[in-house]
């Protein structure tokens, strides 16, 4: 018991002193088009509020206007006082302001969702900011298992709901996709009265996007199947084929014992047998 | 055996000749076969096989000529032998390198990373003059036996002790030793889980603007690169037209894969050693998750019941013993016998498992189209004639119950001399 009571107060009072910051962005709703806190970047402020006894801040960087504020609001709702936002012109690359920010706030740990719903959204963002702050950074955070001695275990998410457990020296960023548990919602009081903390920072206009081509995405055109042979028999039997259908192979007759030993193999050599 | 065609001028001549004695005889010898198509039957009825008429020409087609003018004018049963197409390429002093770092997914080129390697080779071979070489870097043990193949001039494989695990920052410094090393003039990643966050990794730390979520490469004199990308950008939603930058992130079926060249892929090393690095990201290992947690979409290998299963008690406990995510068909749903969010198919879950066992499920469209992704499809059914059994890779036909319970006994088994070989080791 007295083991217990010590480690919880360590875990504790290391915990109180947690500072974590989500950045925020605005997303935008994938059929309606209209503006709306961003998934992931809402499941990291879900994983931060789920962190014990973490002092959780929010930021974003950039332009000021009432869909925007809508926006942002969204994850005042889930549960917090106030979001820092850093003014921004609609042109300017948010990375400089955002790296500023973080270096005179020191928190521990940045959480972030792996890429913004618009703009460029090419999730190269949260790199940018852990190169310019010297920071390890993870991707894919899945759970914070626990936070000591200024390293933290969290467990990666990785494809086919694996998972694997690194240890990351603090302060670092960790990116949250769509594998992250899901956000709570966003209740309509809390966020009319949640405070936005506006901060003024001089805008680094990014040159290259005025020289960019941006139109609605086109189709991607589908690929067709390529038959190379010399003769015109295979390729019209190929372009003739049925898709699908045969080339299994089915037991008939078998006994239960030896359909299993036929199924076992398979997934042995499949490999899906722990 | 030889390739040489002998001939047999004879022969020829008494495949020609339709009243020669010998007639049917040399013809069915030079058909390929030893059938000949006529002969005498046991009540004396002259049989005659239609099958064994004609002969094989040029193009593997059988030919009927009935005139008996142009019989056996080849020399027939000779089919032509595939011989490898491909026109080997070595480009000894390129005028410039492409990198790729191939995600490599289970140890071997993925059909993204073909798909990049062709994107690669497109933008390598533009200028006749002065073709550049494709330069792969494959970090850790790898099973590919064809890389010139896919496309490769140059392989940097790097593997050993410390290339094992999730190594993030030891390959960012390593790509930026081979950056400084050979400059490559464009670095292409796909833009996967593995790729994507290399290669965003990498543009950061070569202080580079990457393209990412490329899926269009095309010559543009106008651009300063000579080329121009289009990307995926705001969520799928826009594209995102502009001049090629060094760094780039592209999607699968970004171009089509190398397929009339073989390459050299001749092995270089670093001439400068591997850095040394303070490791702030420490890999602990992958952790066990329990399969029922997995959701549906990603699992790995479902056991799905459907109608057909009788003994649902049964079934849990396969799938416990077996470590499957448990899936349904609409049917075993709607009874209330699985949760509605287990519900595999049109209505429900696509899955994309690499291995879907169908216990009792006949096999509905909407529900063949909720597996269409997935590699292996197991069948257990009664009926030999349903469409599941003719999806299906491997299917026995038999009662569910029994061959789950046969299959539980032989896990058990598999698990008990697992057990004994640990323990023995």
Known sequence: MPHDASNTSVSHSNASSLNVTVLVSVGRH?????????????????????????SVSLLH???????????????????????????????????????????????????????????????????????????????????????????????????RGKRRRLRIRLPAIATVDSSAPPARQSAFGPAKRGELAHQQAPSEIDEDLATWHIQPARKRPKRLKIVKSSSARDRFKAAAAKAGGGGGQTLNDVTPEQGAEAIFKLLKEEGVLR | MSELVRRDPRKEWIARNRLHPQHLEVLAELGGGAVASEWMGPNGVIRRNPHAAGFIGPNGIRRVDRSGVQQAAQSPGRSVESKDARRPVAIDTPAFMVAVVPDMTGGRLSSHDRDLLGLARQLADADVTQPGAVLAIVFGEHKEIAFGEAGIDRLLHLEGARFWGYLPELSVATLQGVDRETAPRYWLLPDSSIGGELGRRLAARLGERPAAQVWQVEAETKSATGWRCTARGA???????????????????????????????????????????????????????????????????????????????????????LGATKGASRVAVDDGFMPRDRQVGATGTWVSARVYMAVGISGAIQHLQGIQSCDKVVAINLDEGCDMVKRADLSVIGDASQVLAALVARMEQYRAEQQENRDAA
């Open chain 1, 30 to 54: 994938p059929l309606t088009a209209r503006t709306r806190r961003a998934d992931q970047d809402a499941r990291a402020v879900e994983m931060a509020l789920m962190l014990t006894g973490a």
């Open chain 1, 61 to 159: 960087a950039g332009q000021q206007d009432s869909d925007h504020e809508e926006a942002i609001r969204g994850y005042l709702g889930m549960g917090i006082d106030s979001v820092g936002l850093i003014e921004q012109s609609p042109q300017a690359d948010v990375v400089p302001a955002l790296a500023k920010a973080l270096r005179e706030s020191t928190p521990q740990l940045v959480l972030t969702g792996t890429r913004a719903e618009t703009g460029e959204a090419s999730g190269v963002t949260p790199y940018l900011l852990a190169e310019a702050l010297g920071w390890p950074i993870i991707t894919g955070l899945a759970a914070v298992e626990k936070i000591e001695q200024g390293t933290a275990v969290v467990l990666q998410a990785l494809p």
């Open chain 2, 235 to 321: 969520a799928g939603r826009n594209d995102i037209t502009r001049a090629l930058p060094r760094i780039v992130m592209a999607l699968a079926e970004c171009a089509d894969p190398v397929s009339e060249t073989r390459h050299a892929a001749e092995p270089i090393a670093l001439s400068h050693g591997l850095p040394d690095m303070l490791r702030r990201i420490e890999d602990m290992g992958e952790v066990a998750v329990d399969p029922a947690s997995v959701s549906l979409a990603e699992a790995e290998f479902i056991l799905s019941a459907g109608n057909g299963v009788k003994d649902w008690d049964s079934y849990h406990h396969a799938a416990e013993v």
